[in-house]
């Protein structure tokens, strides 16, 4: 794995037999200089997220709780490093890491200093300005701010494309939570901010949309921004499978990160849960964008991965991302090796493959 990589690790049925013994045991090695996390499942009351230590990483669960591997993420941290998996499974835990490879034994944790005063924060204005000067300069068409009043709403008109949110206030305003709705009759999307106070949030739409923004928060008056971003859709975006898959497509692809300019669509291949590989013949020295997009369903996780010639790369969900996008081109052979590998109960994707443009010569 290289460094921004998240893997799934498909563990094998026997691993959560009940009748080979009450707990399973998942067990990561990489050279001790590696560091890497791993994401499994939530579970009510347990950890979801653990960081290795000495490039090794142990974990137990017994009973239903190890249900909780059927989706298990191992995102590398360090440049590059080869990660073994070992699997166990009996009727207790096994003796921790440290016993039986004791040269992973890192010792005793170091106390927590004091880290220092927070710096301060810039004031509003310039929040506002460096926000707006940012979405600019990341490709935006237009940026509106406006005062977001404690009662009442603001009342947007979104164009199709994707709209970058930021709500910042003056230091020491009550706090809020900001309230997201079409009209006054829909369940409104509330957001936390976060501890300073800001709340950052994208959303793309591939038709105009009305959107009511407003707050709930104390009565008293505080002065609290909203800035909008805008970022049109990328030329070439499908539209002929509808608006929802068409937004769907557009947060796999990055959201008002994604290309500003898709080139032709390949093939469209439908998909469920399950690993499906789609083998092709593509142009020789051409770079491609694959990009898959959930239809139907709540997936726990989808990767895509893709084998031409001596590159071998893959794309996997996570809170960030939605949906998977990987960019590839081809040798002198054109031949590729793609595949979706889908997790999820009641699943079905799309497949989109897209052709960018010729390859430079040393991508060959």
């Given amino acids: ?86 699997v166990a499974v009996g009727s ?16 005793a944790e170091a106390p927590a200093v004091d880290p ?18 940012t979405s600019r300069n990341a490709g935006a068409s237009g940026v509106e701010t406006s005062l977001l009043p404690s009662q009442g709403y603001v009342r947007l008109a979104l164009e199709p494309g994707c709209h970058r949110l930021l709500t910042t206030g003056r230091d020491g305003a009550p706090p809020y939570t900001l309230l997201l709705a079409e009209n006054d009759d829909e369940k409104a999307e509330r957001l936390e901010p976060s501890e300073a106070g800001d709340v950052y949030h994208e959303l793309c739409t591939a038709r105009a949309r009305r959107l009511l923004v407003s707050l709930e928060t104390s009565p008293a008056n505080a002065e609290r921004k ?3 971003a805008h970022f049109p859709l990328p030329s070439g975006l ?28 390949v093939v469209a291949t439908l998909g469920a849960q399950g690993r499906t590989l ?21 997936p726990q996780a989808i990767s895509l991965g893709v084998r031409a010639g ?39 994707w799309l497949f989109f493959l897209f052709q960018m443009g010729p390859a430079r010569p040393e991508a060959s």
């Fill in 1 to 86: 794995m290289e460094r921004g990589e998240v893997t799934p690790v498909v563990l094998p049925p026997w691993s959560l037999d009940a009748t080979r013994g009450d707990c399973t045991t998942v067990l990561l090695l990489a050279p001790i200089p590696t560091q890497f996390v791993v994401h499994v499942h939530p579970w009510p009351g347990l950890p979801s997220v653990f960081a290795s230590s000495a490039g090794a990483l142990q974990l137990t669960r017994c009973g239903r709780e190890r249900i909780s591997f059927l989706q298990l993420l191992v995102e590398m941290r360090s440049p590059r490093a080869v990660v073994h998996t070992l």
């Fill in 92 to 107: 207790e835990p096994p003796a921790p890491l440290t016993v039986t490879l004791p040269e992973r034994d890192t010792g």
């Fill in 116 to 133: 220092g005063p927070v710096p301060e924060r810039e004031p509003l204005a310039e929040r506002v300005r460096r926000f707006e000067e």
């Fill in 226 to 228: 909203l800035s909008v």
């Fill in 238 to 265: 499908p539209a002929r499978f509808g608006p929802e898959v068409a937004e769907r497509l557009l947060q796999s692809l990055g959201g008002s990160a994604a290309p500003r300019r898709l080139g032709t669509l």
């Fill in 278 to 298: 789609l083998p092709r013949a593509l142009l020789p020295q051409t770079c491609y964008l694959a990009a898959a997009a959930v239809v139907h369903g709540a």
């Fill in 310 to 348: 001596p590159l071998n790369a893959e794309a996997t969900t996570s809170e960030q991302q939605p949906g998977p996008h990987v960019g590839f081109c081809t040798g002198r052979s054109g031949q590729v090796e793609l595949d979706v590998e889908a997790r999820g109960l009641g699943l079905s």
